[in-house]
Structures are given as structure tokens and as C-alpha cells.
């Protein structure tokens, strides 16, 4: 029997951080659509703390939603946490920076002041009945032994899952499958992957971080995001279907790669035409 493996569509949030990309409200909520009746497992639909519009976004899509969880992404911050309530998702996702690199030298912190921040949005949000995930920042440069302490804590906080995020995309596939089993050994809670295309392995990177264990998989429509991007939705259905149980089937990720074309462009065709 196939072992069990979740997408996590990230489309609406990091897929809008291409460069030139700016989704209007009706293109977010019918992408959203496509990707619920696709069967995918749970949508990142958006950033709360960006303002009233991403907010009221966020709700059209809760309000048609039918299958799929919704989440929202957050950084570590209580603003942020409490921006998040207005939408009332199924998921709050905090993510924290997890590596030396971002603690000490680009925020300036240390990690005693990492582990009470997080604790303290983490709790927050437990406190008013959210299921929370976190994402680790910069997780591929960051020190294993200082994740593995993390993740073990958030465990005991009732945390869902954690994200291991290659943010600026230096993972190479064995790389990635040393990280993934290392945390999966030691921790007691499901790992995912967040995997950038920077050197071209974003979907390398996915498909051995899955077959090392790790439950949940960030994906993009067409393999949008910063930079050179995130793992392409449809390459990895195409990849890794045969190996996983995974939703979408290959026909439907196709189908929503189609649509999502439609939707996306059929102005811009209308246009050129003219």
C-alpha cells in the first residue's frame, strides 16, 4: 500500500510574490475553487496582516471553501496572530526564523528571545482554539540540533506539523534527505518541506524530502514564487503519483494547470490579439 502524502498549495502566498504577480480577489477565490475541487489537501490562501483586502479575501474563499483547509501565513508576531483571527481559518501558520544567520545577524535576537516569541504566538493562538503549524525560516542553513530542541517543544505545545523551508534554495536532494531523516528520528511531530528553485531542485528536493518522510509538500500552480520560484504543483503530482497516495490525481492537477491559465490569462491574450 502507497504511503499517505499531503500537498500544501502556497499559490495564493509565496506564488504571489513572483515578480510581477499581483492576484485580484476574484482571481484568488476561483483559484482557490479549482484547487478545492482538485482535491488538494490544504491551500494557503493569503497574509491577513497585509490588510482589509487580503482579509475580506481570505473569507470569500472560507465561504466557498468545501474540502480543502485553509490557512493563513504569519510571521512571528502577536499583530500578526491577532490579524489572522479576523479571517477565522482552519490553520494559523507562524513561521520563525530558525537559523543563526537570521537570529543573530539579520534580526539582531538571540535564541532565548526566539523560543519565548514563538511560545507566546504559538499559545495565543492555541489559546483561542486555532490549529497551528510552523514553518521554520531558513531551516537548510540553520543548526539541526537547534531545530530538532524547536520542533520537540512545539510538540508539547499540541503544534500540527512543522515546515522545513529551504528559503533561499542551496538544498541539493541528499542534502535535503539528511535533513528530513535526521528530524523525522528525532522529533514526534509531522515534518513538511518548503522547497525554493533557486539551483533548479525545488521538485528534486520535494519528491526525496517526501520519500524520507516528510507528510506534507509546498507546491505552486506552474511553480510560481520568489525568486526562481517554489515546486511546480504538476511536476510533482507527475512525479510522485506513482509512488504516494496523494491528491490531486495527474488528470486533475492538469486540469487545474489548464484553468488556472484560463483564469490567469485570457485578458492578457484578449489583449495581445488586439
Known amino acids: 500500500m502507497k504511503e499517505k502524502r499531503y500537498i500544501i498549495d502556497t499559490t495564493l502566498r509565496d506564488g504571489e510574490q513572483t515578480p510581477g504577480y499581483a492576484f485580484t480577489k476574484a482571481q484568488k477565490v476561483n483559484l482557490a475553487k479549482l484547487m478545492d475541487d482538485a482535491g488538494i489537501y490544504q491551500i494557503e490562501a493569503g497574509i491577513p496582516a497585509m490588510g482589509n483586502y487580503e482579509k ?20 512571528m508576531s502577536k499583530e500578526d496572530v491577532n490579524n ?8 494559523i501558520h507562524i513561521t520563525a526564523p530558525i537559523s543563526y544567520i537570521h537570529i543573530y545577524s539579520k534580526l539582531n535576537k538571540n535564541k532565548a528571545w526566539l ?32 531545530i530538532i530542541s524547536m520542533a520537540n517543544l ?9 515546515r522545513f523551508a529551504d528559503t533561499v534554495g542551496v538544498l541539493t536532494p541528499t542534502r535535503t534527505y539528511q535533513c528530513i531523516r535526521e528530524l523525522i528520528e528525532n522529533v514526534d511531530i509531522p515534518v513538511g518541506i518548503h522547497a525554493h528553485n533557486d539551483l533548479g531542485m525545488a ?16 507546491t505552486t500552480i ?16 507527475t512525479a510522485a503519483g506513482g509512488s504516494f497516495n496523494i491528491m ?12 488556472a491559465q484560463n483564469l ?3 485578458g492578457l491574450n484578449k489583449t495581445e490579439a488586439i
Open 115 to 146: 523560543r519565548k516569541t514563538l511560545q507566546e504566538c504559538v499559545f495565543m493562538a492555541k489559546d483561542k482554539g486555532y490549529e497551528v503549524t510552523v514553518g521554520f525560516e531558513d531551516a537548510s542553513r540553520a543548526d539541526i540540533t537547534f
Open 56 to 75: 475580506e479575501t481570505i473569507l470569500e474563499i472560507m465561504s466557498h471553501r468545501k474540502n480543502a483547509l485553509i490557512s493563513t501565513w504569519n510571521r
Open 84 to 91: 489572522s483571527f479576523d479571517c477565522s481559518p482552519d490553520i
Open 248 to 259: 490531486p490525481s495527474y488528470f486533475d492537477a492538469a486540469n487545474v494547470i489548464k484553468e
Open 222 to 237: 506552474g511553480g510560481i514564487g520568489e525568486r526562481a520560484g517554489n515546486c511546480d504543483l504538476y511536476q510533482f503530482i
Open 264 to 266: 490567469l490569462f485570457s
Open 154 to 162: 512545539l510538540s508539547d505545545m499540541g503544534v500540527k506539523s512543522i
Open 203 to 218: 521538485l528534486a528536493n520535494s519528491l526525496i524530502a517526501a520519500k524520507a518522510g516528510a507528510l506534507y509538500v509546498d
